[in-house]
């Protein structure tokens, strides 16, 4: 249980998932999304407020594992106040360290680094890419940036998205 | 137990450092020797094509295939009013059923417009999917025999369902794969065969330690898998009373299934061939047939016991930690143990139980509606076959007390 525990249940990761950052509502969301993992009924909601192509906001709701809650949390962080071309590079390396394309040395990932371990355990890759995919879709609505690549990695991983429009 | 397991080659190795304790059997049980050997005796001596050579190895291939049957028939207590026919498992077995019944068209099938089909709640996928299909397709109205808040079938449920008329089809499972609730389905069969409706009964969870008796139920059709009982992957079977699999309109079309074709029609073969279309899995026949002797030659008695033994330890000691709770508690007949913990996800307990060597199923176990019914969502499951320790359920109990206490 000891190598688990180091590399994927790093403290930092059950600290989010104790306490996930901007998780709830916003007020008046912009672009919204929703990723479900049909295999165990995970799902994540993402609201954004993006402002021209700044992401001014981001709450995120929902139910999931330590790992899809740690992983949409810190991903809440680090794109917030991040322009669209960001977070989505941002979830290239990030993907591209889980599914073993990139080392996570080489990648700018920041606290997310504290996720790299996933990699080792490919059935709970979709679940770090759970928020994200919600994340890519509410951001694909925006315009056509991004949108066919994150369905396909979203159909890729296992997960499926509904989006709904925003209110 | 040393020789028992010893049977099993697979259970001899480490997972993670640990001694692997295989805790997934309701999933899929392991292969013993014996029906390992069985096959390499048939595809090392006996493959052929079966029913179409005048030669020696596909008389014998074909030989094989009838004893394989018979011992099938034997294993489920089938009577001369009752017919085998092999399928790639239970999946296959309900949806033949399911679809067989509305195939044949609406002047001919069984299901028509206004018809009832009644499943019940405890149901996975593979015998709730098909039937929405069928109603779909036939016209007939779905009914769902819902459980109640323990995840209990009751009786008087399907008496009241029954009584509002219409029901030409009820299905039920010998045993919830998400829970381990083992619904009263003798009287249940009972009821709805009084009624007038085809009866359907999933064996898939009980075959490997408490296959019923065919002989002695209200069942027209009867599915299970080799891969639960100790058999090969793809192997399965659908038991039926002969006039009731006469009703199922035949699904894979093509050879040795016909008695007489010409270029504009075809007249269909008797049972059983008529529902096995094409070559069949004839080494994973012979497959299963000696799974059931293993069983048999193990003893249904102490397999059954040995399991109730260990999903009462489990149960018990799951039960006593700290925010866990154990569904179908009361479920003493279950040889699975499937639970929640409060504040922690089954896929983080999965994965350090699997870190520690212990193989248990996580997530909705293909039973989405009854879990979402019973208000659980996904749960951590542990399910026992014969080679089962009881200090296998030990390490099951002390592993999962120490994930929840690193994961809350």
């Known amino acids: 249980m000891n190598d688990a525990m180091n590399e994927l249940y790093q403290d930092v990761v059950l600290e989010h998932k104790r306490a996930p950052r901007n998780f709830g509502h916003l007020a008046a969301p912009t672009h919204q999304a929703q990723g479900t993992n049909p295999s165990c009924g995970d799902r994540i909601a993402v609201e954004l407020q993006l402002q021209g192509d700044k992401v001014q906001d981001i709450r995120f709701s929902g139910q999931g594992c330590a ?12 794109v917030k106040g991040q322009d669209i071309a960001a977070a989505q590079a941002l979830q290239q390396h990030f993907r591209a360290v889980l599914t073993g394309e990139e080392t996570p040395e080489d990648a700018p990932l920041g606290k997310l680094i504290s996720l790299a371990g996933v990699r080792q355990y490919p059935s709970r890759i979709k679940c770090a890419l759970l928020g994200w995919h919600a994340l890519m879709h509410a951001i694909a609505q925006h315009g056509a940036a991004g949108g066919d690549g994150a369905v396909q990695a979203a159909a890729h991983d296992g997960a499926t998205l509904q989006t709904t429009e925003a209110p | 137990m040393e020789a028992l397991r010893a049977d099993f080659p697979i259970l001899t190795q480490s997972i993670n450092g640990h001694p692997l304790a295989y805790l997934d059997n309701a999933a899929t049980t392991q292969v013993p020797r014996q029906v390992l050997e069985a096959m390499r005796e048939f595809e090392e001596c006996e493959r052929a094509n079966i029913h179409r050579g005048v030669h020696s190895l596909s008389q014998r291939a074909t030989d094989a295939y009838d004893a394989a049957r018979a011992t099938l028939k034997a294993f489920i207590g089938a009577t001369g009013e009752h017919e085998l026919i092999f399928t790639s498992g239970t999946t296959e077995a309900l949806n033949t059923v399911a679809q067989g019944l509305w195939a044949a068209g609406p002047a001919e099938a069984w299901l028509r417009a206004g018809d009832r089909i009644i499943v019940s709640g405890l149901e996975h996928h593979a015998n709730l999917v098909p039937w929405q299909n069928a109603a779909r397709m036939s016209g007939a109205e779905l009914v769902i025999l819902t459980p109640d808040a323990e ?213 909705y176990h293909c039973a989405q509606p009854l879990l979402d019914h019973l208000g659980v969502g996904p749960t951590t499951r542990a399910s026992f076959a014969l080679y089962n320790t009881a200090d296998e359920v030990e390490r099951l109990i002390a592993a999962t007390a120490r994930a929840l206490e690193l994961l809350r």
């Open chain 1, 67 to 78: 790992i899809c809650m740690a992983s949409t949390s810190m991903m809440t962080e680090a």
């Open chain 2, 151 to 363: 995840g209990r079938l009751h009786e008087a449920g399907l008496a009241t369902l029954l009584a509002q008329g219409g029901a030409r089809v009820f299905a039920v499972t010998a045993c919830a794969n998400a829970t381990g609730e083992r619904p009263p389905y003798e009287a249940l069969l009972t009821l709805a065969k009084q009624a007038g409706a085809l009866t359907v009964l999933d064996a898939a969870q009980v075959a490997g330690h408490a296959i019923p008796n065919m002989a002695a139920l209200d069942c027209d059709f009867l599915a299970f898998s080799g891969h639960k009982m100790h058999g090969p992957m793809g192997t399965g079977a659908l038991v039926g009373r002969r006039e009731a699999l006469e009703q199922l309109y035949p699904l894979r079309l093509g050879g040795d299934m016909v008695e007489d074709v010409s270029y504009e029609r075809a007249i269909h073969a008797g049972l059983p061939m008529r529902l096995e279309g094409g070559t069949p899995n004839v080494a994973g026949a012979v497959g299963l047939a000696a799974a059931a002797r293993f069983i048999d030659g193990t003893g249904r008695a102490p397999i059954d016991a040995h399991l109730h033994a260990l999903r009462e330890q489990a149960a018990a000691g799951l039960a006593s930690l700290p925010g866990v709770r154990v569904l179908s508690r009361a479920s003493s007949a279950a040889a699975l143990v499937s639970f929640t913990c409060e504040g922690v996800h089954p896929h983080d307990i999965g994965t350090l139980l699997d870190q520690a060597g212990i193989a248990v199923r996580t997530g």
